[in-house]
Structure formats: C-alpha cells, structure tokens
C-alpha cells in the first residue's frame, strides 16, 4: 500500500509551516538591487500557482555559461591551460613532437609566442590533448590536472574561483524546481568531470563543445568510447541554442552570460512564451576580479552588447556593485 | 528556517512505514519466470544500500530503444509511416514534387514498389518532410500526426500499441529512483513529441538520431531554430553508446533492447563496474503480436545475437511466455 494521501498532506503541511518561517536571505552575496530583485521576483512569480507567469515545474530549465559567468576565465581558459600543459604530458610519450609546431612554441614557455597562437594551431592542440583515448582516460586526466592546477594571478586550484553569487542563484533556482544546465563554449568532456562536486551540476545537465567518439573494445574485449578529432558541435554563439535544442529539447526560461558568445543563447530563451530571465555578468571589477570588455581577448562584452541588453531588457550584473562577496575564501 | 532534520526524518519514517506494507505487484502484465525475476532483483540489490550491488542515486539510468522494445515497429516504423504520410502534405504545397523519385512512387500508393525504396530514396523522403521548417513547426506536425494516425493491423493510435509490461518496468524503476532514456535510432525531435505523455519519459531523456538545427529569426525578428538536413547523430549500432555518452555522459547500468541495433548499447552497458541488467525482448508472438527474427526487415535478431546474449547473460524477453498481457486495452 502507498502512504495515503492524508499522511503525505500532513507532512507536506508540517514541512510547509516550517518553511514558512524561512526569512533567511537565498542570495546573501548579492548587494539590494535591481539585479537580485530580478532574480528573487522571476523565482517568485514562475513558482507560483496562482500567478500568470506561473511555469510548470518540468519547463523550468535554466541555463549558464561557464567561463567568465559561473568562474574566472582570465587571463586565459582554463581549459586553454590544461590543454597547453597537457602538451608537455604527450610530448613526454611522444619526444617527435618537440620539433614540430605548435607544439614546439608551446613547449618553449614563450608566453609572448604562445598568445600569438591562432586557431589552427590551437586545434592541432585539442587533438592531440584531447582526442585519442578512452573517455575514462580523459576524464581520470583532467580530474588529476584539475586536483593541482593553480590559477596564475590567485594562486588558488580553479575550482575555488567560483563565483559564490552564482552559486548561491543556482541553488536558489534548484530549491524551487529548476534544473540548471551548463551550456558552455567549453568542452563538454572537460566540464563534465568537476560540474557536479564544485557547481552541483551533473554530467547530463552539461552542454559543450564536444568532439565525437568511437565505440570499439579495448584488448580485453571490453566496449570502450574512444575520443576522436571529429567536432560535433562547437558550443559558442549560434551553438548555444542549437546545443540546448540537442542536449535538453526544451527551451530555457532563464540565461546567463558574460560575452557576445552568450547572446544568441539569451534571444533564444527571451523568444519563449512566458516568464523569461535574462542576465549577463560584466567584468567591472578590477580590484577584486577582473575588468574588461569591448576588446578583450576572452570574454568580449562588445558596446553592441550592452545596448542590446537594455533595449531587450536584459539584466547587467555588475560584479562591483551587485555583488558583496565573489569568491567563497574571500 | 528550513524544515530540521528530525521533522525530515520523522516524516521519511511514517511514509517509510506505509510503504513497507507495499505488496501489490510492481509488474503485473508480466509472468512470473526469469525475466520478472530478474528485474525484481535488479531494482532491489540496486536500491539497497546494505547490498554490495548498491548503485547510488545520481547513476541510476536505464535506457531503453523504442521501436520494438517498448511499442511495435511492424509492419513499419511509426516514423517511416510518418515520413510517407508526410510526402502528401509536402506534395501539396509544392507539386513538382509529384514528378520526381522516390517522391512520385511513394505518392503511387504502389507498396510493393513502396517497399523496395532504398536508404537514398528515404534520405530524401526524411530530407524533405523533416527538414526546412523550424523545431516548434515540426513539433505541431508530428503532433497533429500522431492524433489521427491508426496502425494497419491493429487499426488503433500507435501510442496505444506500447507494451504494457515495458511501462511497468519504466515506472519501477522510476519509483526506485531511476532516470529512464530513450536511445533509439527514431528521431530524436519525433519521439520528443509524443515520449513524455505516453511513457513518462521527459524530452530531455529522449537520445535519438538527430538532424542539425540552424539558429536564425523569423521575420519578426524572433530567434527561431531551423532543422537542416545534415545528420548530427545516427544513433543506432555504434551511434547508441556514441549518443548515450553525448547526451547523458554516464554509461547507464541497464539497457533494454530488441534487436542487432541494441547489441552495442547492451555491451556498452555491461563493460561498466557492478550491478548491470541488460535485456532483450524477442518477438515470438504472432498471435497477440508478431512473430519475427533472424532475417526481418525491421527489428532483424540474429542467431548471433542469441548466442551472445546467452554468453553474456542477457535476459531474453519472450513475448509469448513473459507477457501476460501485452497491451493495455486487452
């Protein structure tokens, strides 16, 4: 027999009366603003039955981008400087490629010749650092880089420079039913590996850039996934939407970004019916963070940009003003 | 204040308490034999944390195939019978289509000459009723399809010929914690359609072969997704494990499948570490269902595959003996 309905309502009335008293602020890093109340209003309104912009618990999918919204992205990816660490690794096993480029400038510490790295040459590096073995591989890689890895200007491992306010939103959004989802430029594999311990996020609810796999067997017969140098689906500007529409099949009610890379993953979910939340983070902070914008190398937060946002009523988070607290060690 | 633990406990114990009394059969449409028994087991030394087979919550995911795994695929796919339908509707708009192959044999009606298309003359067909309108169009499509379309032999909606059993298996593994899959090698935004109101299973647990999608705007100016005709995923044979790692990135711990396009999904799931459940259902019931194998056109079983299964332990489905009841209206 299941539990009758009154016993379920009575403890849904109990549990109901004590979070009744609940007062405690969900988003203690966040300065008042207009930037919170958005935050804290959108929750309200989409979770409640009696309001019209009321959304059903299973439409409730909100969507992030990684670097530069939920974590630092500079001066350089993070990704970008496992794969150029990752470079010395394979040249260890393979000692050819100290001679060719652009491994050979990468190997070389030549921080000026290593900014000057194009494209070309940094897909020749995601192949050979990220394609060729075993998913599991990849992923006992990155969680052994990750474990050590110091972020150069904080000197602390990338997973402690996460941005508290944003996961402080994301557990605000999952208590009231939503499920959030990284939609992310970077790779999906790579972010897979620490979403959930650090963000709470799981590997199924992250969407990235992901390069295609091989089912085969290993020596022993056993089916393994091979990762190959065949791009999938490259997760940035018109990738976001199109990535959200592959991996999830909904369209999001709320988005954050940082970058003109997020803009057609904010018009996507600002064309919905409905409730609708748009943000993006701005770097304005140089005390604290980072400040950059119109021409910066990552992150780029063209004038463009901005102007959309406020004729679309998007809302711009100020790192320096919205935010009280940035990092949880602060 | 959120609610205190021993509130959350108290609770967890009364319902825990009316729960224990449960013993209504989670499987009624099935016999008793070692298929039910295998599954019966599967959820409880999976569910029990004292049992070294234990699997923890977050990897709880079972996949399933669609097409003759969980609703019947003869004399034709569902989606094949969608796409010829869809040729008339095509044809309408634009008339030249009845002049050129495959598109004027299909609109012949001739099926014998229907039924000697080949894949390039189906490329074509699912070119042209899958492609070129956006995502929200084909969803209204597939839906307005699926309301009126009836099954020839059995001369009822095809969402009503899903197998009772196999929904029953869905749900006990839900009630245990389970996130169900589809990984079929139907499309993917098709089966999204019609997946959540018929088997429970939401669109973002929905892996099947996928076109891509091309962001754009409509002429309001409104960001829209279009689909295209380049193929993203095949996921079938290799593709499903392939598919499974893009969308879900954890290999699921049971499997269920009917045929040679399951076996690398089987294997796949299998190759992980501790409790694993991998099945087949075999269609040997030609009086309530229909009776196919080794050399069908669709859902093909080769004698390899029971051989293999035997090997390997896979629990084989019969229909026949399994089944006590096959569909929910007999």
Redesign the interface.
């Known amino acids: 027999?299941?539990?009758?309905a009154w016993?379920?309502l009575l403890?849904a009335l109990?549990?109901a009366g004590?979070?009744a008293?609940?007062?405690?602020d969900p988003l203690p890093s966040w300065n008042d603003g207009p930037a919170k109340q958005a935050i804290l209003e959108f929750v309200k309104v989409t979770t409640d039955q009696a309001n019209p912009k009321f959304v059903p618990p299973?439409a409730r999918?909100a969507a992030f981008d990684q670097d530069g919204t939920t974590w630092v992205e500079q001066p350089m990816y993070a990704q970008v400087v496992f794969a150029l660490h990752q470079v010395g690794m394979v040249a260890e096993k393979d000692p050819r490629l100290k001679d060719v480029e652009p491994f050979r400038t990468v190997l070389s510490g030549d921080r000026a010749a290593i900014a000057k790295l194009t494209m070309p040459d940094l897909e020749k590096i995601l192949a050979v650092t990220h394609t060729g073995m075993t998913?599991d591989a990849f992923k006992q890689i990155v969680q052994d880089w990750i474990a050590r890895a110091k972020h150069p200007h904080f000197q602390r491992p990338y997973t402690e420079l996460v941005y508290q306010p944003m996961l402080e939103v994301m557990k605000l959004l999952r208590a009231n039913g939503y499920?959030t989802y990284f939609v992310t430029g970077g790779g999906?594999?790579f972010v897979?590996v620490y979403a959930?311990q650090v963000y709470g996020i799981?590997?199924?609810q992250?969407v990235g850039s992901?390069s295609?796999?091989?089912?085969g067997y290993d020596k022993s017969g056993?089916?393994?996934?091979t990762k190959v140098p065949k791009l999938?689906?490259m997760d940035d500007n018109?990738g976001k939407?199109?990535g959200i529409?592959?991996?999830?099949?909904?369209r999001p009610v709320a988005a954050f970004g940082n970058s003109i890379g997020d803009k057609?993953m904010l018009?996507?979910t600002?064309?919905g019916d409905g409730a609708r939340l748009m943000m993006l983070v701005h770097h304005d902070d140089a005390t604290r963070e980072f400040a950059y914008g119109p021409t910066s190398r990552v992150g780029t937060f063209p004038d463009a940009l901005m102007a959309q946002a406020k004729k679309q009523s998007w809302v711009v988070i100020s790192m320096k003003n919205d935010w009280k607290r940035i990092f949880a060690f602060e």
């Not at 056993?222 to 996934?225: F, I, R, Y």
Request: include cysteine.
């Open positions: 027999m299941k539990s009758p016993l379920l403890c109990l549990l004590f979070d008293h609940a007062q405690i299973e999918i998913v499920r999906q594999d897979r959930e799981p590997p199924e992250v992901a295609a796999t091989q089912f056993k089916a393994v996934l999938l689906l018109v939407p199109e529409h592959l991996v999830i099949g909904r057609q018009e996507y600002q064309a």
